[in-house]
């Protein structure tokens, strides 16, 4: 499990609506080209079409997962300034944070019943994320 450091990313599933600001502002503060992204969000549901529910009328649920590419740099310059990397200053929920406010969320989340996890390897996503969803 990844111990947080100051470049550790934190998710709060549980907060995640799977709106794509983070995405978003990744791919505009850092000036990708349009067919680059370097953090996308799985829409976790049936896997029957893109934001399609799992279950039935009246259980339908559904929750996102933010993934990080290799190529996301975690914003170094902003980070040594001080402020927050793109992606994680701009989720409107709160879903998103890193360092220590991400090892003080952690004890927070542990404390309310939540499990921490990273993807696997054969996800080929960034080190240092790690995610929480409530048991």
Known sequence: MTEINEKTI?????????????????????????DEFW???????????IDRPAGTWPNLHMSWIPIWSQSCVKCPSRIA??????????????????????AAKKE???DRGFRFFELPAWEKSKDNVLYAEKK
């Open 81 to 102: 300034k001080g402020d927050k990397p793109y992606c994680v200053n701009s989720c409107p929920c709160n879903a998103l944070t890193i360092g220590e406010a991400a």
């Open 10 to 34: 934190l998710v709060d599933l549980q907060r995640c609506i799977g709106c794509w600001t983070c995405s978003l502002a990744c791919k505009v503060g850092n000036n990708l080209p349009d």
């Open 108 to 110: 927070e989340l542990r």
């Open 39 to 49: 953090l996308t969000v799985r829409t976790q549901g049936s896997g029957e079409g």
